[in-house]
């Protein structure tokens, strides 16, 4: 499916149907939040009016679900992603503090074993709320099918739980755009070689990071401007 490119462009569910079972190491991605409001007129607001003041950053659709409607969309696709990854193998998916809680449900609902949560911290530099604490937080649920096997077998590694890091504008090409840094940070503990998918992969950042540490990746991405941006980042071949 990826000869001759490491990005498709299309809907990531109906594109991972396609795929073999068992195919992957890890499903490692940033999925539209569908939030950004405690109201339904909130919620149904553009991603760049939502998140963002500024029009630098292209908007993104599929982000203006309901709360039902959104959880039965992350278990369809999780159970996609866990069909396509190995026994043992790794879920990692972002999250807000607002859709913390139907995340984990879905994850668990699609059959993952849940394991932890990681923070990023994105500093104080982010937008304050006056007479309110800060948001400058965002979740990875960390997750995987089945066991991970004996301790002795795993990477010798110890990630910290939390990763403090302030992603400056110069650096971000997409609205909700992740930090390589970070990215590399997550998939530390992944075997090394590892086939990683991003199903949602914006402007191919955890291409970027799996690439840096010697894994295969490959990204789906619904808009064909976020797939020529990663492969400016990435310096391959528009698909």
């Known amino acids: 499916m990826f000869s001759r490119s490491p990005f498709l462009c299309g809907d990531s569910l109906s594109l991972m149907e396609c795929m073999d ?31 963002l003041s500024s029009s630098r950053y292209l908007s993104f659709d599929n982000d203006t679900r309901d709360q039902s409607t959104h959880f039965l969309w992350s278990v369809m696709w999780m159970q996609e992603a866990i069909r396509i990854t190995r026994h043992g193998g790794w879920l990692m998916v972002f999250s807000d503090w607002r859709q913390l809680p139907l995340t984990s449900d879905a994850l668990q609902v699609a059959g993952w074993t849940w394991r ?98 010697g894994h295969v990746a490959h990204g789906i991405d619904l808009s064909p401007d976020n797939v020529r941006i990663a492969a400016d980042l990435l310096g391959v071949p528009v698909p």
């Not at 890890?26 to 999925?31: E, L």
């Not at 990875?140 to 504008?169: C, M, N, W």
């Not at 530390?188 to 990683?196: D, K, N």
């Not at 914006?202 to 690439?211: E, P």
């Open 21 to 51: 079972n068992d195919c992957y190491h890890a499903v490692v991605t940033d999925p539209p939040y569908a939030s950004g409001g405690l109201t339904t007129a909130e919620r149904k607001a553009s991603p760049a009016r939502k998140y």
């Open 116 to 213: 932890a949560v990681v923070t990023w911290d994105k500093t104080e530099a982010c937008r304050p709320h006056q007479g309110m604490f800060r948001n400058q937080s965002e979740f990875i649920l960390i997750a995987t099918r089945g066991s991970i096997g004996k301790e002795q077998d795993r990477p010798r590694v110890f990630p910290a739980g939390v990763f403090r890091h302030y992603l400056k504008p110069s650096d971000k090409m997409h609205l909700t755009g992740k930090p390589v840094p970070l990215m590399r940070h997550l998939m530390t503990v992944l075997p090394p070689g590892s086939r990683v998918l991003d199903p949602f992969m914006g402007s191919g950042t955890t291409l970027v990071a799996a690439r840096d540490l």
